[in-house]
């Protein structure tokens, strides 16, 4: 009776531990570490562009997802995907991809089947839009974020433009996107715009 208590045991203990391990494969799969000449944007963008087919492939088991034309373009916008970088040493990037950003492509693309979410609202500030080519390159760039599921133009006051939002994320992944480029930079400390970022033209 024993050695049967002591089986079923060790048992449970052996697929906790698988189950644990799968578990954390998954979260690793967002994750990656690559090699890169410098810290410069240029690298980041280029580490960024050149990984993120991996995680991809990681996180679908094959790589037939990546031909689609969806995710080529998105792997060209790639740093609009990650939820955060750090450097790890002065020639190793850690590029953390945004499991929401990228589980929403391949939705987007039919690779995966869609799942019932809901969108969160946010209403975005940006300041320093002097002229009305500024004012449609605004809009063109914010259309390119894979964050934003919807935007609409709410009101334009001197050089500031509203905007209502419906992001496939939260505002912390917003910020992440827009700061990824030099197109915007956040202004701080606006208490009645805490969404506040200029146009760099």
Known sequence: MARKIFLVFSFWVCNLISLNTFAQQVVDAYRIEATVANQSEVERVTAAQANMGNVIALVMGNTAGLQHPLVQQAIKDAPNYLAKFSYSSEKTIVLNYSPKAIQTLLQQAQLIAATATT??????????????????QVQAYLKTLSVIRN??????????????????????????????????????????RPLSFRWQN
């Open 151 to 192: 935007l609409t133009l709410v009101s334009v006051d001197k050089d500031v433009m509203q905007f209502s939002l419906l992001l496939d994320g939260d505002e912390q992944l917003l910020k992440t996107s827009l700061g990824a480029s030099n197109k915007l930079q956040m202004v701080a400390g606006d208490a009645q």
């Open 119 to 136: 969108a969160q609202s946010a209403t975005l500030y940006v300041v320093g839009v002097k002229d009305f080519a500024s004012f449609k």
